[in-house]
């Protein structure tokens, strides 16, 4: 929890990632094999809606499941409730990827994924087709320095970096985040030492935003206040 006791984003991102890992490898594909063949799942899109705020205390369940996989990715949401109330709703979007050969790959016959697959979904709008497009001048640019422990296994800054910077700016302007949508364009290399958060279309219902180092852009976000 943060310190005005709502679940934060970053936090629940981390947890998404981990139990979509865990989920993913209870499949008959363990993770030494996927990284000696060099593949990976990388996350490339996310999105985090908050239905109610949980209070500290509470008893969560969280639910997983995946959706579909098609054209070498992979979808799946994420539920965290109580028996009474539904919280948080997550959803993301993975493509598998070729480590060696730096491209997409297509699933292979031989990977063998068991777990079920729900056609259903929380959220009306699909993922695989919404696209963050900020225009004109940004309005406001901070810049932020990176840590060495900003960095994962593959040497590139986790994806839940990018959340805490999003928090930091809300709470440092009081806003009250319901969803956040985030794509990610680039890996953050871990040679990186500062990147700028640039605010787009500053409304009193949304922010636009996108994280970048000079003119490379690694993603583009959007905040439902």
């Known amino acids: 929890f943060t310190p005005k006791g709502t679940l934060g984003f970053s936090k629940l991102a981390m947890v998404f990632?981990?139990?979509?890992?865990?989920?993913?490898?209870?499949?008959?594909?363990?993770?030494?094999?996927?990284i000696s063949d060099g593949r990976v799942w990388l996350l490339t899109k996310m999105e985090i809606q908050v239905i109610k705020q949980p209070q500290?205390?509470?008893?969560?369940?969280?639910?997983?499941?995946?959706?579909?996989?098609?054209?070498?990715?992979?979808?799946?949401?994420?539920l965290l409730k109580d028996k009474n109330h539904d919280f948080i709703y997550g959803q993301t979007e993975w493509v598998?990827?070729?480590?060696?050969?730096?491209?997409?790959?297509?699933?292979?016959?031989?990977?063998k994924i068991d777990f079920p697959k729900y056609d259903f979904s929380l959220f009306e709008n699909d993922i695989s087709t919404w696209k963050i497009q900020p225009e004109n001048e940004p309005v406001e640019t901070?810049?932020?320095?990176?840590?060495?422990?900003?960095?994962?296994?593959l040497n590139h800054m986790n994806n839940t970096r990018y959340f805490?910077?999003?928090?930091?700016?809300?709470?440092?302007?009081?806003?009250?985040?319901?969803?956040i949508k985030i794509q990610y364009?680039?890996?953050?290399?871990?040679?990186?030492n500062k990147i700028a958060l640039s605010i787009f279309n500053k409304e009193e219902s949304s922010i636009l935003l996108l994280i970048t180092s000079e003119d490379i852009t690694y993603s583009l976000g959007e905040v439902l206040l």
């Open 56 to 78: 500290i205390g509470a008893n969560l369940v969280l639910y997983t499941w995946s959706n579909r996989f098609f054209n070498g990715k992979a979808y799946r949401e994420f």
């Open 164 to 179: 805490e910077f999003i928090e930091d700016y809300c709470f440092k302007n009081a806003c009250n985040i319901k969803n």
């Open 142 to 153: 901070l810049e932020y320095s990176l840590r060495y422990n900003d960095f994962d296994i």
């Open 185 to 192: 364009k680039k890996e953050v290399p871990l040679a990186l």
């Open 17 to 34: 990632q981990q139990f979509a890992s865990d989920h993913y490898f209870t499949a008959g594909e363990s993770f030494q094999d996927m």
């Open 96 to 111: 598998h990827f070729d480590l060696k050969n730096l491209k997409k790959l297509y699933l292979d016959k031989d990977i």
